[in-house]
């Protein structure tokens, strides 16, 4: 079992950048795939990307490729996601989740969740 904590959003301008952090604590952290998602207000919960616990890689949802860098830092049981080039469509409540086995952007597979944090792009 692990628990998540976000942080790092707020309020940004469009263009801008924000880094999210997810602090991964409890059992064997390492076991667990890591993933972003994201849900704004009256629309589904999407998938941002995902870190495969064995080998780190990375997948991305096409539509955020290039814009959104995720990462892991194994030491300090974290996980990121850089956010650049912001738009007001980002705007969302961002989520990061574990799941113990292979890395995927269906959020429902995942078992752990943490309470998200808001992000708004706004002028």
């Known amino acids: 079992q692990v628990q998540l904590v976000e942080s790092g959003g707020g309020l940004v301008q469009p263009g801008g950048s924000l880094r999210l952090t997810c602090a991964v604590s409890?059992?064997?952290?390492?076991?667990?795939?890591m993933g972003w998602f994201r849900q704004a207000p009256g629309k589904e919960r999407e998938g941002i990307s995902c870190?495969?616990?064995?080998?780190?890689?990375?997948t991305y949802a096409e539509s955020l490729k290039g814009r959104f860098t995720m990462s892991r830092d194994r030491p300090k049981n974290t996980v990121y996601l850089q956010m650049d080039r912001l738009e007001p469509e980002d705007t969302a409540v961002y989520y990061c989740a574990g799941l113990r086995g292979l890395c995927g952007l269906v959020g429902d597979f995942y078992d752990y969740w943490g309470q998200g944090t808001q992000v708004t792009v706004s002028s």
């Open positions: 409890g059992s064997n952290p390492h076991f667990y795939s």
């Open positions: 870190i495969h616990y064995g080998d780190d890689s990375i």
